[in-house]
């Protein structure tokens, strides 16, 4: 499963079904936003290997939260 990742807009910066993701915790070069209603599955061999980067644990657990939410867990 990903949650996409994208540059936002003013509006996308303060959506309530995405999460911030600030470029220096992320390691990507501009801010992004986690699009948790576009949450897909993805086949393993599209991934690449090792780790692309990293989003703290307070993101990583409203990523979670929202998930669950919009899937009615």
Do not use: D, H, N, W
């Not at 079904?17 to 599955?41: D, H, Q, T």
């Not at 599209?46 to 990523?63: F, Y």
């Amino acid at each position: 499963m990903v949650v996409p990742l994208l540059e936002p807009t003013p509006f996308e910066s303060t959506y309530p079904l995405y999460v911030p993701i600030p470029a220096a915790e992320s390691g990507l070069s501009v801010a992004s936003v986690a699009v948790c209603p576009l949450v897909r599955g993805v086949p393993l061999g599209s991934v690449l290997p090792g780790v692309l980067g990293q989003v703290s644990a307070e993101a990583l657990g409203k990523i979670s939260r929202l998930l669950r939410l919009l899937q009615g867990l």
